[in-house]
């Protein structure tokens, strides 16, 4: 899943060419950018560039046929939108309400609910002439966030002001904008578990089951997606979400049950979703012939023994817990009940039981039955203590289901 969206415009400047440096490094850190160039800027860099640096066609004409709503689907598109490098003539068009070409209609549209930057490059006397100190001031009152100029030696021969801010400052000041302005919109806190658990017999050797961590991580990348916080407790070897999450890994049972017990005692979460496949059974004791063994850390069983007995002990139910532990005692419990039933009514007894024992306020049905080759869950049914709310095909329409059933 991509980051945020930019619209990269740019502008006829010398510096043009230093945008491609920029668009890559964002491209490649997963934002999703769209460029927009003047007519004057290709004087300086090609589209065939950043064509094959976006994988997107470069839009230029506001014209073109079939795309004459771009100014104002292009704004609606957007979570920021960057002037990177930012001539004299375009600042100055943009101040006085002029809008002859796709970059500055784009800004005439501009609806001033998300980010504008501008990255202005040229000569020093055009920064310093007082109609474009004049302009920059004006876009500044307007909210336009100008970043600054670097000084030094420029395409001219002069040295002083105007010269394009190096491209990594220029990432770093839109990656810091993309945090702070995130955190300002951070919906609330939300903790899911992912994964399987391992309950070792010796040190390489461990019981297990087949969950992969599919389903959550895309619950996760959702939350993430929408402005949640999201902490993500998973198991080794689980996919893990796109996107800025915390990620706290257990191995076995009490690993798992240490760390949730620990996070949810000490963290204000407003949704806890429990989607790990905790073990039912862990290791209570090996015998092999002639010996009692109690535990096996760092060595390996020998592969030699005629016999080995392994005796199995029931885990307390993690998800019993989870509220009554909760420094936040409103929390919302989204439990996974995974069921081998063939018959519905059967499966419906399971997660009538559930809910009995965890108290939680939702239960996500899933079967194995409905499980593909690649170890992908279909077929999700979602139940509140009243019944059956809804049936969801696959994870991301459940995603966006458990979203809305948390903002109702």
Known sequence: MLKSKILFNISGSVAAYKSAYLVSKLVQNDYDVQVVMTEASQKFIGKATLEGLTGK????????EGKMMNHINLTKWADLIILCPASANT?????????????????????????????????????????????????????????????????????????????????DLLINYFQVNNKKKVKGNILITSGATREYLDGVRFISNMSTGKTASTIASSFL????????????????????????????FDSLNNTLQHLISENHYDCMIHAAAVSDYTIDEIKTPGQLIKEIKDKKLNSGLEEVTIRLKPTPKIVDRLKSLSKNQSVILMAFKFSTEDDFQAAKKDVQKLFKHSHADYIVLNNLHDRTSNDTQLNFKVFDKTGLITNLVNSHQLAKTLKNLIIK
């Open 57 to 64: 066609p470069v839009m230029i004409d506001h014209f073109e």
């Open 91 to 171: 600042i100055n068009k943009m101040a006085n309400g002029i809008a002859d070409n796709l970059v500055t209609s784009l800004f005439l549209a501009h609806t001033w609910d998300k980010p504008y930057l501008i990255v202005p490059a040229m000569n020093t006397a055009m920064f310093n002439h007082p109609s474009t100190q004049e302009s920059l001031t004006k876009l500044k009152n307007w909210g336009v966030e100008i970043l600054p100029t670097d000084e030094g030696y420029l395409a001219c021969g002069d040295t002083g002001k105007g010269k394009l801010l190096d491209p990594e400052k220029i990432y």
């Open 225 to 252: 997606d929408s402005n949640y916080n999201v902490t993500y407790v998973h198991g080794l070897n689980t996919i893990l979400p796109d996107g800025h999450s915390e990620n706290i890994q257990y191995s076995n």
